[in-house]
């Protein structure tokens, strides 16, 4: 199978259709991001228990080829038994009939081999184009491509920021060798790289904000996936995607977010 290509930038879901008021403005960020080009939509059942994936939908409504929507599977629906339901809800509420990557949000009880088999049933329904895990780390990962089929395993999404280095050791390359897509959440580290003084100075010298600059350096290992709720959010995150980051700049980055030099446990949000 050829693996995942995803675009560098996204869009990310997290905390949107908690609010019932909040619904339509969310909604036309999310559109704004898909006019601009970020085509790719992160959501999942558990974000506003299903609302996050009603705003996905209607910022689709009759446009759905222009996005690529992925979204995620709690644990306890990880088994035979309930992960077909669970997968059919997500689709009727983001009203698509097929979603591009589908996502088991985090590990839980239920046997590696058995999700993988009802992954690989949902894709031979044609309810899934490819399917992947978050918030697994490398002794997870090697677990998972060792039974029935996991080798099909196309993308890992897990938590990748300047302040959060660690898979940088050994998860970046492990994937990279097996050509297995890597998703960075939280880009912004929910928030805080944004107002960031140090990074900020690194930014005002490269001429743009810091949230571009962070987002601009998690693209250059992943598909970043920053949630934006507001239009100038989504413009400037756009605009990150054209960033190149010269090796002066990298330098200061890595001096005041160094890389990790031995073993991290994989942080999860
Ligand atoms: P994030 O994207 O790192 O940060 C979001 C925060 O940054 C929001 O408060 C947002 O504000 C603000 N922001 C966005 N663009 C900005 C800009 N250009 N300048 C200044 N501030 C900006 O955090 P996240 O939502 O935790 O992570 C991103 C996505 O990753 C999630 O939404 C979700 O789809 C995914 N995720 C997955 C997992 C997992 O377990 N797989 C865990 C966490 C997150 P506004 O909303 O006001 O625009």
């Not at 329904?125 to 099909?152: A, C, K, Y």
């Not at 880009?187 to 100075?201: K, N, Q």
């Amino acid at each position: 199978m050829a693996a995942l290509r995803l675009p560098r930038v996204g869009m990310g879901t997290w905390h949107m259709g908690e609010s019932r008021g909040e619904r339509a403005q969310e909604a036309a960020a999310l559109t704004l991001g898909l006019d601009l080009g970020l085509t790719l939509i992160d959501t999942a059942e558990m974000y506003g228990e299903g609302g996050a994936e009603e705003v996905v939908g209607a910022a689709l409504r009759g446009r759905r080829p222009d996005a690529f929507v992925v979204s995620k599977f709690y644990p306890h629906h990880a088994s035979r038994k309930k992960l077909f339901a669970a997968c059919e809800a997500s689709l009727a509420r983001l009203g698509v009939e097929t979603l591009d990557l589908y996502l088991y949000h985090w590990r839980g009880n239920v046997p590696l081999a058995e999700t993988v088999l009802a992954l690989e049933e949902l894709v031979a329904q044609g309810r899934i184009d490819h399917w992947g895990v978050s918030n697994f780390d490398v002794d997870d990962m090697e677990e998972l491509v060792s039974v029935s089929g996991g080798t099909h395993v196309a993308a890992g999404q897990v938590l990748y920021n300047l302040a959060r280095r660690g898979i940088e050791f050994d998860l970046i390359p492990w994937c990279r060798e097996r050509g297995i897509a890597l998703m960075a959440y939280s880009p912004l580290d929910e928030g805080p790289l944004a107002r960031h003084p140090g990074l900020a100075t690194v930014a005002k010298e490269a001429g743009v904000t810091p949230a571009q600059l962070a987002i601009a350096w998690a693209a250059r290992n992943a598909c970043a996936i920053p949630k934006a709720s507001t239009p100038a959010h989504v413009r400037a995150n756009r605009a990150a995607l054209d960033l190149t980051l010269d090796a002066q700049v990298l330098a200061k980055l890595d001096t005041l977010f160094p890389p990790p030099r031995s073993k991290q446990q994989l942080e999860i949000i």
